[in-house]
């Protein structure tokens, strides 16, 4: 039986899916010249469709809690995942490792979480 490296977080109006560990690590840089990491984040609402909203209206932002930095994105998309249906995507570059909030922002609800970016 393998076990679950992560799990649900969230309600019904917006989740996503975390690490166990609370770390992402081994991401992708996003640009070879700089420090920073690229990461796909998955935001699911029970009643979110991708066919009628293909560009899902969802703003992520990070905040560096032990050093400074931050980002914003609203470039969001849609995906789909034979567990959930219909789901957003949105990719987030996160300028440096380091301890992060990140925040989803989508139709009037707001969820966040801490993760530590590892290099």
Request: charged share 20%; aromatic share 14%.
């Amino acid at each position: 039986m393998e076990l679950r490296q992560e799990f649900w977080y969230g309600t019904e109006a917006l989740w996503t899916f975390l690490p166990i560990s609370g770390s992402w690590k081994g991401l992708p840089r996003y640009n070879s010249d700089t420090e920073g990491y690229r990461q796909k984040v998955f935001w699911w609402r029970e009643d979110y469709d991708s066919q009628a909203e293909p560009k899902p209206e969802l703003v992520v932002t990070g905040r560096r809690l032990d050093g400074d930095g931050s980002f914003a994105v609203s470039n969001a998309t849609n995906a789909s995942t034979p567990n959930m249906g219909s789901t957003m995507l949105v990719g987030i570059d996160i300028p440096t490792h380091g301890c992060w909030e990140i925040t989803g922002h989508y139709d009037g609800q707001t969820l966040s979480f801490v993760v530590s970016v590892d290099p």
